[in-house]
């Protein structure tokens, strides 16, 4: 009895630390936000082109796109019936990645409830090439 009460010691030992490990995340990493902070940095676990800095304020949204040059700019997606001329003085508008698709993003208006889908639109250009584009659509 006795090596067999040695074996599950020694077993213990080894199976133990497995268990205390934590699993790696895949999310992104974020600070979290002040309470009153304006902007907002929102990026998608599905793909970096689906970066957003937001105006928590105005629900303005602009997204990362290369220049021609290549170098990172804020572009402004359009937002179709966001009031352009309300100013709040706090954060009311949430953006909402779904890691499972990106036509499962969102754009909320926290005070309101009234909610935006991001979708992508396909343009040809002159000279045959094509150009994507973002518009945030009224959700219903």
């Keep these: 009895m006795r090596p067999f009460a040695?074996?599950?010691?020694?077993?213990?030992?080894?199976v133990s630390p497995v268990h205390s490990q934590d699993t790696p995340s895949d999310i992104h990493q974020a600070t979290t936000l002040p309470a009153g902070a304006r902007f907002e940095i929102v990026q998608s676990e599905l793909a970096a082109k689906w970066t957003f800095k937001l105006d928590r304020f105005t629900?303005?949204?602009?997204?990362?796109?290369?220049?021609?040059?290549?170098?990172?700019?804020?572009?402004?997606?359009?937002?179709?019936?966001?009031s352009e001329g309300s100013q709040s003085t706090k954060a009311r508008y949430q953006i909402f990645t779904s890691g499972i698709a990106a036509r499962f993003?969102?754009?909320?208006?926290?005070d309101t409830g009234k909610t935006w889908q991001l979708l992508t639109s396909k343009e040809q250009l002159p000279g045959g090439t094509e150009q994507e584009n973002h518009t945030w659509q009224p959700f219903t």
């Design 105 to 110: 993003t969102f754009l909320i208006d926290n």
């Design 59 to 82: 629900g303005r949204v602009y997204q990362l796109v290369k220049t021609k040059d290549g170098d990172p700019a804020w572009e402004e997606t359009e937002v179709i019936g966001r």
């Design 6 to 14: 040695y074996f599950l010691l020694v077993l213990t030992y080894f």
